[in-house]
């Protein structure tokens, strides 16, 4: 478990250096054996990075780069290490190689497989490295449908478009974006680390990154968002109570009840028979329209369900919307279609 965050200047005002550093601070929470950070000034030819085997609080005055109006953004990371000692300070983040710069949280299992495959040789020790090898020699939609494992990553392309910063998670590790009252940009493994930053937002104005959504932030604010992979997933998010984020509502075509979900699912499957007329009952509709708060747990156990029975994940503004099926399907006397 590692630490990410970021800042990017839409306001052109002096970069807000104690909002960052609380920030960063904040986020040892995740990981205290390493921390660094990027910054990439308005109009220059890349970033410069920082990073040392501190805390980000035994860091603060790297931040001393950002400092005044020209600064367009700042990645900042805390390191729990898993791969890749950090008296090697080419395996803390943010992680240079390949043109790119990048941070991550999360763990991967092929890092090894994924040099070998696009015929490269690493540079340092840590996992993440094989991210910034498959962004560079492929493509987003390659990195994430190949690399196994855990990720929530902002990195900057250095040598296409070192001015925009891009987001994206894998719904396996925690990701929250924030616009701030004065319209810039902000974001964090989790929505507390963004609330207790310092950091003023309008209500509504944070959100859980959409799992295989790659977000691109670009220089006038301006965020270009689009699906990058027809693989699906829940958003994760660390933060107490998180699970009452999601809030299923039961449509007349779906069956009510899933208190028991966790008890049931494994006996649940081989009674799926493929029919096409028979209607809801009567009970049934009775259930439309009540919502169930569900743990992270049954959440995960549905969703693997709905994946196994031809259910296509799409979500709405809390993060989980409709469950919808290519064909029709019954269980029992109730017909599967839609989870809203």
Not at 63 to 78: D, E, F, I, K, R
Not at 133 to 138: G, M, N, P, Q
Not at 140 to 167: F, R, Y
Not at 180 to 209: N, R
């Amino acid at each position: 478990m590692c630490g990410i965050g970021g800042y990017y200047n839409v306001s052109g005002g002096d970069t807000p250096l104690s909002d960052i550093r609380s920030l960063w601070e904040g986020l040892e929470t995740r990981g205290t054996h390493a921390a660094g950070l990027c910054v990439g000034w308005m109009g220059a030819d890349g970033p410069i990075v920082k990073k040392a085997a501190k805390t980000a609080s035994k860091c603060s005055e790297m931040l001393s780069l950002a400092q005044g109006n020209n600064t367009q953004y700042v990645l900042l990371h805390t390191r729990f290490t898993t791969q890749g000692s950090v008296k090697n300070n080419g395996n803390n983040h943010p992680v240079v190689g390949h043109g790119i710069t990048l941070i991550h949280n999360g763990v991967l299992s092929n890092d090894s497989n994924i040099f070998k495959r696009l015929n490269i040789n690493p540079l340092h020790d840590v996992d993440t490295e094989a991210i910034n090898a498959a962004l560079s020699a492929k493509s987003p939609k390659w990195m994430v449908e190949n690399i196994s494992g855990s990720m929530s990553i902002a990195w900057v392309d250095t040598q296409k478009s070192p001015d925009a910063v891009h987001l994206l998670t894998n719904g396996k590790n925690p990701l929250v974006i924030g616009r701030t009252s004065s319209g810039d940009i902000v974001w964090a493994s989790t929505k507390t680390h963004l609330e207790q930053s310092g950091f003023c937002f309008k209500d509504g104005s944070m959100w859980d990154a959409i799992p295989f959504k790659q977000y691109t932030i670009l220089k006038g604010g301006r965020i270009v968002s689009k699906m990058i992979s027809k693989k699906r997933s829940i958003p994760s998010n660390s933060r107490a109570l998180h699970s009452s984020q999601y809030t299923p509502t039961y449509d007349t075509t779906f069956w009510g009840d899933v208190h028991d979900w966790e008890d049931e699912y494994d006996n649940v499957a081989p009674k799926y028979k493929k029919k096409s007329k028979k209607q809801p009952s009567k009970e049934h509709k009775e259930y439309a329209g009540n919502s169930v708060v569900l743990t992270n747990t049954q959440l995960k156990l549905i969703t693997g369900f709905m994946y196994d029975n031809g259910y296509d994940l799409v979500y709405s503004k809390y993060g989980v919307g409709s469950f919808n099926l290519d064909e029709e399907y019954m269980y029992d006397d109730y017909t599967k279609t839609e989870l809203v």
